[in-house]
């Protein structure tokens, strides 16, 4: 071979290794530098069905990276490939390709919070979930109560007391359905688990019959600590054939006519939800009802009380008897004045 061949060769093996050393320097360099962010942090959306070729020249045309190609081969010399979720994604200060890369792959999104707040009705919850502005409204103020429970796929069900309380978090993209269907099993969860461990000798039969005596119990409930006691009236008053006489649930019956005030003509009014004329719990709950209420329900206090009556401070005054109780009414809501009605709980 001519030495002038072998020169060649020397040199174009030379011009390869240092091309080679020179990508590898480069891709190195790449995959560790941090992103070229315009701002402190940024937000970045990959869209459903997007590429990784597409995603990668949208970060570059974001300028966040300077070579798409790069950011692709960075993905697909990986074992998992070009897998990446979409999602809203926030990119922070000191991010690099190689842990961007990682959240896209793990699905590591922005996520956002709604509270279901404890002793909110099903309507109160609806207003809410249409005032949000991230969850996608499909429902509407005109979709009723009954075709929400259908679509939720329990037809028949009446909504109220079915959607935990909590605060719940969600991606970008998540709608209301979607919102309310998560809710609804986490109370199947909660119910069913606190169900499992109830107290012996309850008056429930069934973990619904919880349920509603659990949203009564919340709505009664001004300090945490006294929903076992106030659980325990209401437990001691079934057991006796009494009639539970609570507010709330009088006012839940009386719907879109109370008008924040309730008066003696309104214990008289006849609506299945009216505890002062029916016996027993009413047909269903009256309120979203929290963790703790339906543990309360199921865990009543050891208590032989069976009136309450507010004290003006959030507390409950707490009575065996009638006369006792009709003292306490005169003492903290009548202020000595002569009751123009029979005083019960709530």
Known sequence: ????????????????????????????????????????????????????????????????????WLFEFLARSRPEGGTIKAGEYRIEAGDTPETLLRRFREGASIEYAFTIIEGWTFRQLREALARDPVLVQTLGGKTSDEEIMQRLDHPGQHPEGRFLPDTYHFPRGTTDL???????????????????????????????????????????????????????VFIRRLKKGMRLQTDPTVIYGLGAGFDGNIRYRDLKKKTPYNTYLIKGLPPTPIALPGRDAIHAALHPADSDALYFVAKGDGTHYFSRTLEEHNRAVSKYQLKGRKPRRKAEPG
């Open 1 to 68: 071979m001519k030495a002038w061949l072998l020169r060649g060769l020397l040199l174009a093996v030379i011009a390869g290794l240092l091309l080679a050393g020179f990508a590898g320097w480069r891709y190195a360099q790449f995959r560790e530098a941090p992103l070229n962010l315009p701002e402190q942090d940024a937000v970045f959306t990959i869209d459903n069905g997007s590429s990784l070729r597409q995603v990668a020249r949208k970060l570059a045309a974001k300028g966040y990276i300077e070579d798409p």
């Open 178 to 232: 979607q919102f309310l269907e998560r809710a609804y099993h986490a109370m199947e969860k909660t119910l069913e688990s606190e169900w499992q461990k109830k107290a012996p000798d309850l008056p429930l039969k069934t973990p619904y019959e919880a349920l509603i005596l659990a949203s009564i119990i919340e709505k009664e409930t001004g300090a945490a600590f006294e929903r076992p006691l106030i659980a325990s």
